[in-house]
């Protein structure tokens, strides 16, 4: 089966840095996505991870351990407005390269 | 680029009739779309994978003949949801892939469609 887990909730200071983990395991793997989502809106794009290491992009960095079957998104210089779900997601290379979502992390960035 | 648009933004029905959802590619030809369903505070489930000229690939659970899909061309894919009930009530979100861009493996996403059965 397909089974990807991430934290359900988290809480944060406005300016801090903040991690957020997700640990997967699929049957194919084709990358690992990290996307944002504000409540009744569509995602958005914020990363994709095919290879093991770091990726960064200004503010956010996004982390890939295949062999652990491990990513994580690191957050920094927190604004309020990052205050969203952020969803951890994996294609797969079959039926067409399919993207499996986990449940989303609900962030709250605090002043 | 990379624009996908849905149509309608958001629905509201009566019990037992059909509706149904339009999702564009504007700028890209899509060769394969996904339809997602989102509950609440709850993370996208994909329901199908729409394939253009050919027939969706549903996901486990998810019924065919309740949740029609056509993809008659490269830049549009439709949903139906024929005899809606309240529990269908959710939001329906549908992505693209453009694989003749070097981010192929990118999805991009509608604004989704709001359904509200009643």
């Known amino acids: 089966g397909q089974n990807i887990d991430q934290p359900t909730e988290m809480t944060a200071t406005e300016g801090a840095i903040v991690q957020i983990n997700c640990t997967y395991q699929t049957s194919g793997f084709n990358g690992l996505f990290w996307y944002q989502q504000h409540a009744g809106e569509a995602p958005t794009f914020l990363s994709y991870n095919v290879l093991d290491g770091l990726e960064e992009k200004g503010r956010f960095s996004s982390f890939l351990s295949r062999s652990k079957g491990y990513s994580y998104l690191l957050l920094k210089e927190l604004q309020m407005k990052d205050s969203a779900s952020y969803l951890c997601a994996v294609s797969l290379n079959t039926g067409g390269f399919k993207t499996i979502f986990g449940a989303g992390t609900r962030l709250f960035v605090k002043a | 680029g990379a624009v996908v648009s849905q149509h309608p933004s958001w629905v509201i029905c009566k019990s037992g009739t059909s509706v149904k959802i339009e999702c564009r590619s504007l700028d890209f030809q899509a060769t394969t779309m996904f339809w997602y369903r989102q509950f609440p505070k709850q993370s996208l489930m994909l329901m199908a994978t729409s394939n253009e000229g050919s027939k969706a690939t549903y996901e486990q659970g998810v019924e065919k003949d309740k949740f029609l899909i056509n993809h008659a061309s490269l830049t549009l894919s439709t949903l139906t949801v024929t005899s809606a009930h309240p529990e269908d009530s959710s939001f329906y979100i549908c992505?693209?892939?453009?694989?003749?861009?070097?981010?192929?493996?990118?999805?991009?996403f509608g604004p989704g469609t709001r359904l509200t059965v009643t």
């Open positions: 992505s693209a892939r453009d694989l003749g861009r070097d981010s192929g493996y990118e999805q991009y």
